[in-house]
Structures are given as C-alpha cells and as structure tokens.
C-alpha cells in the first residue's frame, strides 16, 4: 500500500515538471483546419467585380434564415456582378447564423464562403448583424483563387439548394 | 500608562499577526492552485496581475489572483436561507474563523528577543502551549457542525455531522502523537519543544508520530483525501452549501489557515521550528560585532524565514497529496482513525516511555532505535492494514478444455 502511495505521488510529480497543454488562448492562437466554417466573406472575381449575383439561394437554403439578400439590377455601364443583378443588401444576423455552411453549398457562384475567423464577439444585438460592407472582401484582396474545398468542386448541388423555391 | 502602553502595542501585534494570516492563507490559496494546475499538465490562474520584466516577460503573472477573488466574494449577493435559523446561521462562520485566526498565538514562529526576555514571534507562551494548540484546532469544528445544521439543509446536515465524527475520531490519534513528543521534550510549552530541538529535530526519533500527525493533521482540517465533509459528489458542498458572499469566503479561509497552521504545528513539533542549521552561530558572532539590536533582529528574521521555509514545503506535501490521492470512504476513513492511527499512536507512547526510562540521556542511539522503529511501524502497519484484494471467485477456464 506504501508502494502504491509513494508510485502515485512519483506519477503527479512527474507532470509537475512536464509542459502543461495548455494553449494561453489570447496570446496563443491555434490553427484553424483547412475546412473551419467561420466568419462569412463575400467574394469577388479576379477583375475586382462581385461574385454575388443576388440570386437569394443562400437565404433560401439557410436553416436559420440568418440572411437577406436584396437584389437589384446592374447598371449596364457599370455592373457590381457579371450577370444581370447583384445583392443591394445582404445581411447575415451572425445570432442566428449556425455556421452550417448550407449557404456555401448553395451558392451558385461560389460567393459566398466561411472563413476561418472565429472571434465574432459583440457588445449589443445590433452589432450582430454583419452587413456587406463588411462580408464583402476589400477589391485588392480576395479574388482569384477560391478555398481548396470548394475548387474540387465540380459538384451538384448540396441537398439544402434544391428545395423548391 | 505603561499598562495602556502595553495594550496598544498588544493590539497592535495581534493585528499583524492576524492581517499576516489572512495574507498568507490568500497566498496559500494561489499556491494550491498553481501547483495542481502544474500536476494536472495545467497552468493555472495568471492573468491577474504580473511583475512586468524587460523585454516584454511577464513575471509571477497572477499575483492579484487573490485580491480578484476577494474583491469578487464581496461584491456577491448574500442570501440567508428563508428556513435557516438566522442568528446561528449568521455566526457560524464566525465560529470557524476566530479559533483557526488564534491558532497562531500558540506556535512559535521563530526566535525574535524583544529584549525584555519576551519574544516578537511568540504571542501566547503559555504552560500548557500544546494543549491550547490542540484545543483551539478542534473547537473549529463548532463552526462546521453549527453551519451545516443552522442551514436547514439535509446536505449541509450532513457535512457537519461528519465533520464532528471525523475530528473527534482523529483528535485521539493527533493528541497521542503530540503526546510522545511532550515526552520526548518533558515539556507543554511549545517554545520549549522547538529549543530542545536544536540538536535532534523531532522528526528523527518520532518519526511514527510525525507520519500519524501529518495523517491525523490532514483529516483534522477535513482535507483531501479526508476532505468527506464536502464530498461534491454525494454532499453537493457540503456544510457551506447554502452559504455564499464573504461568509462562504470566511469557512474557505477558516479551512485554509488551519491547514497551514496545522502544517506550521508540526513544523514546530517535528522539524525545529525556527531552527536551522547556522543560524545559531551567525547570531552570536553578529552580538559580539554589532551589538543585541541587529543580531536580535537578524536573529528574528532568520528564524522566521526559517520557519516559513519548512512550512512551505509541508505546504507543498499538503497540496502534492491532494493532487494526488483520491477521497476515501467513510467506513475507511473511520477503520484508519480508530484501528490504525490509535494503535499505532498508542504504541508509540508506549515505546517512547519504555526509551525515556531505559536511555534517560537520550543520545544517538536512543534515536536511532525510535527512528527505526518508527519505519517499521509505519511499513509494517500498511503491509498488514492494506486492503486485501478479494480472490477471484470464478476460475478462469481456457475454453475447450471441458473443464
């Protein structure tokens, strides 16, 4: 019995001198995986134009109907998007958002896609609506290449898109 | 005037000494929980505060941990249970706390000379210094008992009822191993007991008693692994469950300094108080070069600092057990009260009185006899008393062989 005793206290002061795991979260941040769903960002083309063709099948395919698309026409002469209508308003409530990542699957244009911040912390309800202007990636970065998921996609569609709209 | 003197200067000690308290028990509470943090591969609270270095390194990052929890208990709502029989209620933690606070007039924390024949460290030099030490450990339970029945919860009953089985049960075996070191020193008065021990600590020849008093010591503060008062698991908190506010605060640290009070007891009992090698002589050649003041002084601080040394690395063991065993039962913790620690208390005396009478000089070898005896008691008792593995009822059969 002393042996046992003395053997357990040998085991606990044996991780007294080892690192703890411990990751200091602020300070130390652990990488994300490559597939994370986090913070929504809006797209764009290589030429800077909107890849967001304000079809609303994000919205339709949200679960929580976290997002509302407005859309509108482009203006011939100078379009936001290269189809025929672009997201006036698009808004994603980020209280309601489950970060399933349906909308990703919806989206016919690959516009739409989580990223991988996660710190999405706010003071008050209202903050919690993340509009475009700040889904939206600045014109001088974020166009070109998509995430690697969604590259290989020569996909069909996910099972949230073809709900009859 | 000089009487009114006196006073002041009294109450001025005694506040020091109850504020040193209330700081070391806040610090005890960031030590415990660095260190099981560490023995857990955790790291621990150190956030709150921290010594800022060159170079951006953040020194003894926590250090406010205390003063964050302290101010955080006041700020919480204090609630009396609509049941709870109120004015009990409302002093029990009173009862915990005073008695743990005035531990600390009976144990000499070191040799300061006021100069008067007195001396700073030592509040209380009384006669009988070990027994009001041994009283006032165990009036603490008054507290416990009262909290956990004033509360008008069958939980807190509970923790109180065993709290009281359990001091009681382990007060025998901590006074008989307090008794063999009375006799080994032929002496009450614990100041007495740590200059015996300039020579020879305590621990050599009564090393038995020393293991049954760390043992009985940890159950006496209900502690981990002994800690059945509070079992989360069956007891919710046990008997501070319907308390909150500073007077949760008040039990938690009445636990805490009696734990280091009780570790400081067997520091001045077992390991020579403030002795330490060296002092002794660096103090006199100081009185001779500089006179009584410094060396004095010098003296005090040494045999303080001396003294907090080996209480911390009781600490240390305090927390190391807790980190490591798990609770017992309670018909174990009974069984290890009364069938093991008594016998062996008891045996103790015994043998230390048969040695004061065969060797009355003591010496070497008087020691080295009770030290080994000591051992072999100690790992007799747990061959003996360790449980016994039932036997396999059903015999393990290979299949196929039809048998």
Known sequence: ?165 | MEFWIDILILLVRCLVLALAATTLFAYFTLFERRLLARFQNRVGPNRAGYIPLPGGKKFFGGFLQPAADAVKLFFKEDVVPEKADKWVYLIAPGFAVIPALIIWVGIPLGTWPDGLGGNWLHYAPVDVGVLYLLAVTSIGVYGIAIAGWASNNKYSMIGGVRASAQVISYELALGLAILAVVMQNGTFRTEEIVAGQGMMWNIVPQFLAFVIFLVASTAEVVRSPFDLVEAEQELVGGYNTEYGSMKFALFFMSEYIKLVAMNAIAVALFLGGGNFPGIDTLVASLRESSGDTVANTVQGLLTLGAFLLKTTVLSFLSVWVRATTPRVRYDQLMNLGWKILMPMALLNVVVTAIIGVVMPTGGVIANVIMFAFGVVVVVVTTVIAAPKHAKRSVRLVRAGTGN
Do not use: W
């Open chain 1, 1 to 165: 019995m002393l042996g046992a005793f003395f053997k357990g206290l040998g085991t606990t002061l044996k991780y007294l001198f080892k690192k703890p795991v411990t990751v200091e979260y602020p300070e130390v941040k652990r990488p994300v995986r490559e597939r994370f769903r986090g913070r929504h960002q809006l797209k764009r083309f290589e030429n800077g134009m909107e890849r967001c063709i304000g079809c609303a099948l994000c919205a339709a395919a949200c679960p929580a109907d976290a997002i509302l698309v407005v859309p509108a026409e482009n203006d011939r002469n100078q379009p936001n998007s290269p189809g025929e209508r672009y997201a006036a308003r698009y808004e994603i409530n980020m209280l309601r958002c489950i970060f399933c990542g349906y909308c990703e699957d919806a989206c016919p244009t690959n516009a739409i896609v989580l990223e991988h911040q996660y710190e999405l912390s706010f003071y008050d309800r209202k903050s919690a609506i993340y509009d475009k202007s700040m889904l939206l990636v600045p014109i001088d970065q974020g166009h070109g290449e998509i995430p690697p998921v969604l590259q290989q996609l020569d996909r069909r569609p996910s099972p949230p898109a073809q709900i009859d709209l």
